[in-house]
């Protein structure tokens, strides 16, 4: 069974401040996506990294994919108030016949002034 | 519309009662999926379509959830007799194609079911 993981839960962090989420994964995916979740809201997409070694930058997020330590980071410079929400991480998998999201427990982030 | 539409987007239902939920996927969207979020948890699988087929309904926590997408396009998620751990938020999703394609894949705000 897939087990994703991600640590922190929680994080608190001062604006300005450099930190980086970890997303934990137990067998092999096709792809990784992670979302940015506001209260009482959706997810919204941040980014899907396709392959082994991929980045992907958008503003003061980056994400980064290592398939072989079945790992991913989200990593957040000089973080600002906007930015707090909860993160997930999901594994995307394709099994050749349906197609299977599993997400991460999720980070709550909290950025204070 | 431009995005996936859900609805209603609250329900209060009395234990017992059946509920159908609403999902209207993005136009011409081959994927959808249905996800359960307890308060402060992840989304949990519940069920995938490929267009009209479901592939996958492992998730489907008891036979007292069905889920039916018969055109390939709106699909209603319907729980019966529904008891008070069926409260959460159901989140329907979509994409283009498969998840294999690398595509995003686009939630709706969510239906918040409360069963009292």
């Known amino acids: 069974e897939l087990k994703v993981e991600q640590n922190p839960l929680f994080l608190s962090m001062q604006e300005g401040k450099n930190y980086t989420i970890y997303c934990n994964y137990s067998?092999?995916?096709?792809?990784l996506y992670w979302y940015r979740q506001d209260p009482g809201k959706s997810l919204e997409s941040l980014f899907v990294?396709?392959?082994?070694?991929a980045v992907k930058q958008e503003g003061r997020l980056m994400a980064s994919l290592d398939t072989k330590a079945r790992l991913s980071t989200l990593h957040i410079t000089a973080a600002v108030h906007d930015l707090s929400a909860t993160y997930f991480c999901?594994?995307?998998?394709?099994?050749?016949?349906?197609?299977?999201?599993?997400f991460g427990t999720g980070t709550r982030l909290q950025v204070t002034l | 519309g431009a995005g996936v539409s859900q609805s209603p987007r609250y329900k209060v239902a009395k234990r017992g009662q059946d509920v159908a939920l609403r999902c209207d996927p993005i136009?011409?969207?081959?994927?959808l999926f249905w996800y359960q979020q307890a308060l402060g948890q992840g989304p949990e699988f519940l069920t995938y379509?490929?267009?009209?087929?479901?592939?996958?309904k492992s998730g489907l926590p008891s036979d007292r959830f069905f889920a039916e997408r018969p055109e390939g396009s709106v699909s209603t998620l319907k729980i019966q007799r529904t008891q008070q751990e069926d409260s959460a938020v159901y989140l329907c999703?979509?994409?283009?194609?498969?998840?294999?394609?690398?595509?995003?894949?686009?939630f709706g705000e969510g239906s918040w079911l409360t069963v009292v």
């Open positions: 999703a979509s994409s283009p194609r498969r998840i294999a394609s690398g595509n995003t894949i686009y």
């Open positions: 067998t092999t995916s096709d792809r």
């Open positions: 990294l396709l392959s082994n070694g």
């Open positions: 999901a594994v995307g998998r394709y099994t050749g016949t349906a197609s299977k999201l599993t």
């Open positions: 136009s011409g969207h081959v994927s």
């Open positions: 379509f490929q267009n009209e087929a479901q592939l996958d």
